[in-house]
């Protein structure tokens, strides 16, 4: 290891260990997905809860262990994240999306249990084959804080290939959220109407007024 990254692995280390002295510990207990949601940019797209939100799991993969889940959570539960492929780099041309994990206060997924935002990604897809890639967020991201209160993989700024089952489960939502958005801007978009076009000639030269 050179002295930069030594250094570089320092400065993670005291960004962990503040950030863990600074919040409170929200993830005590791991409780399961009661949703997700889905922003691009500042622009909230989509909230999925029910079954389809605690079908997936943030406790899984790097830094984490199956212990805070009782056994039908465990079997039924899905990676977002293809850990077993190991960290990958992803094509350049990625349209990028923040998804928000928030877990129930408990190991099921009830709407009466108050839940919590407990974890967050970044879900990238390539325009040119739909392949979708997932970012655990890096030291200088806003969700890393909040992140290793829950999890501290060790591989955070590292992008993952996302599984099959997430992709399904994101894309169709996504492409639909998008083509509403995209309706409702058509709608409010007021119409092009040109401006009456003059009468006078162009370059028609002004009447002389003859002399006495």
């Known amino acids: 290891m050179t002295a930069r990254e030594s250094n570089a692995a320092a400065w993670v280390r005291g960004v962990v260990l503040a ?15 009661a949703r997700i949601e889905v922003d691009r940019g500042k622009t909230a797209l989509l909230t999925i809860d029910g079954q389809a939100a605690s079908a997936f799991t943030i406790w899984s993969g790097p830094g984490t262990a199956w212990s805070g889940l009782d056994a039908a959570a465990i079997t039924q539960a899905g990676d977002f994240a293809d850990w ?16 928000r994990f928030y877990c129930a206060e408990g190991t099921s997924a009830s709407e009466s249990l108050p839940s919590h935002q407990c974890y967050g990604v970044r879900y990238g897809i390539d325009e040119a084959t739909g392949r979708g890639y997932v970012q655990i967020p890096p030291a200088n991201d806003k969700e890393f804080p909040a992140n290793i209160q829950s999890i501290y993989r060790e591989v955070e700024g590292r992008w993952f290939n996302s599984t099959r089952p997430w992709d399904e489960l994101l894309q169709p939502r996504i492409e639909a959220a998008l083509a509403g958005l995209a309706a409702e801007t058509r709608v409010y978009e007021q119409p092009y109407i040109p401006t009456s076009p003059s009468h006078t000639a162009v370059g028609a030269k002004p009447a002389l007024t003859p002399k006495n």
């Open 84 to 99: 077993a492929a190991g960290a990958v780099t992803p094509p350049k041309k990625l349209r990028i999306y923040r998804v």
């Open 19 to 33: 950030a863990w002295l600074a919040l409170p510990v929200v993830a005590g207990a791991k409780g399961a997905t």
